[in-house]
């Protein structure tokens, strides 16, 4: 089935999150320069809302059902999707490279909302599978920027105002783990330390940013403890979020098939002042 978008979208080319070469680039080709692309709504539409878009792909590569896609279903919400291309494992990075990546483009966001007429305020930030181990990441390790930095950007925040985790890989430890995303981020048999750094449900506190959070029982590629785990400790630390586990859908199913999931997210983006 698919999802025909017949409104005003106003995307634009790829940005580079910096200038210059990204933090520990290991060179100059297309796979070491990480981007973010708007998707901008039709103004006659827009609510001033922006979300960032961290596909899935196991830190391998980047499913453009999870990118594109979900930024044109914003869209057509009046949010601006903008998609991240973030640095993969299968590429030679590791961890934090993916980390800076997603909190760059939060702050490039930030840093550029007068041009795209969003709200520095109401910037969220979305991800699926191995895309929502990054968006959980960054929901529980985000900082304030630095005020005195000769760099605009990095004086702005790169806490996102709320988190959409589809199917979402959280824990690198047993039993829970998706080795395939651990090896690729932290490297085989990483020290039982990073694991946990890196085991999002073990880093929530009050401070996290209210949460969807969304996964299916038949799930075959990512347990579904990781999203019950995560909504646990969500709900430990007082944080608000809305947790929806559905019997049928398999792992990666995007907006395929008219899932529910989509008008339950319009639904808790009302409440949260994103969606009119």
Not at 89 to 105: C, Q
Request: glycine share 10%.
């Amino acid at each position: 089935m698919f999802v025909l978008f017949t409104f005003c979208v106003r995307a634009q080319e790829p940005i580079r999150l910096w200038a210059g070469d990204a933090p520990g680039a290991l060179g100059k080709e297309d796979k070491d320069v990480p981007t973010l692309t708007p998707y901008l709504p039709d103004p006659a539409r827009a609510t001033g809302a922006a979300i960032v878009i961290c596909p899935g792909g196991g830190y391998s590569a980047l499913a453009q059902h999870e990118g594109k896609d979900y930024a044109l279903f914003l869209n057509e919400q009046g949010v601006a999707g903008l998609v991240l291309k973030y640095r993969l494992g299968s590429n030679g990075y590791r961890h934090p490279a993916m980390l800076e990546d997603a909190a760059r483009a939060v702050r490039l966001v930030r840093a550029r909302a007068a041009e795209w007429k969003v709200d520095p305020k109401r910037v969220g930030i979305m991800g699926s599978s191995a895309g929502g181990h990054l968006a959980s990441t960054l929901l529980t390790h985000f900082d304030s920027g630095k005020s005195d930095s000769a760099d605009p950007v990095e004086r702005e925040s790169s806490r996102p105002d709320l988190g959409i985790l589809c199917y979402a890989v959280i824990s690198m430890l047993p039993p829970n783990v998706h080795t395939g995303s651990r090896d690729r981020l932290l490297g085989k048999d990483p020290p039982e330390e990073l694991s946990k750094l890196l085991s999002n449900d073990l880093q929530v506190t009050p401070q996290t940013p209210p949460c969807f959070i969304w996964h299916t029982w038949e799930d075959k590629g990512v347990k579904v403890e990781n999203s019950l785990e995560f909504a646990a400790a969500l709900r430990r630390a007082g944080v608000p979020f809305d947790l929806h586990v559905f019997q049928q859908g398999r792992h990666g199913i995007g907006l395929a098939g008219g899932h529910p999931w989509s008008k339950d997210l319009v639904f808790w983006l009302k409440a949260q002042g994103f969606v009119r």
